[in-house]
C-alpha cells in the first residue's frame, strides 16, 4: 500500500506562500494524487486533485492561489499555496489513490498556519 509522507507546513503571514510536498512510497505514475485539509472543528474537505494524466481540479476558494502538480519521476507531489489567508490554516493531508478505490491511503498532515 503507497504510504504518503506530507512536508513543508508551518506558520506564514497573510500573503505570503508556502510550497508542500507529499512523497510516496512507491511509484505514483497511475494514482490519483490529492490534498486536503481539516481546520479545527471542520470536515476534511478536498484542496485539489491531479490524476495520472495531469488534469487538476481545485476547490473554488482556492482556485488561482494554489497549483497541485506531480513529479513521477520522484515520486512526488506538490501544492505551491500563494497569497495564503488566515482561513488556509488547517492540516494538510496528502491522498494516494488508484482508480477504482474508494478512500486510498492517507498520509499523517502537516499543519499549515496563516496569522493576520
Known amino acids: 500500500q503507497v504510504q504518503p509522507v506530507e512536508s513543508g507546513g508551518g506558520l506564514v503571514q497573510a500573503g505570503g506562500s508556502l510550497r508542500l510536498s507529499c512523497a510516496a512510497s512507491e511509484n505514483i505514475f497511475s494514482l490519483i494524487m490529492g490534498w486536503y485539509r481539516q481546520a479545527p472543528g471542520k470536515q476534511r474537505e478536498l484542496v485539489a486533485r491531479?490524476?495520472?494524466?495531469?488534469?487538476?481540479n481545485y476547490a473554488d476558494s482556492v482556485k488561482g492561489r494554489f497549483t497541485i502538480s506531480r513529479d513521477n519521476a520522484k515520486n512526488t507531489v506538490y501544492l505551491q499555496m500563494n497569497s495564503l489567508k488566515p482561513e488556509d490554516t488547517a492540516v494538510y493531508f496528502c491522498n494516494a489513490r488508484r482508480v477504482g478505490e474508494i478512500f486510498g491511503s492517507w498520509g499523517q498532515g502537516t499543519q499549515v498556519t496563516v496569522s493576520s
Open positions: 491531479i490524476t495520472s494524466g495531469g488534469s487538476t
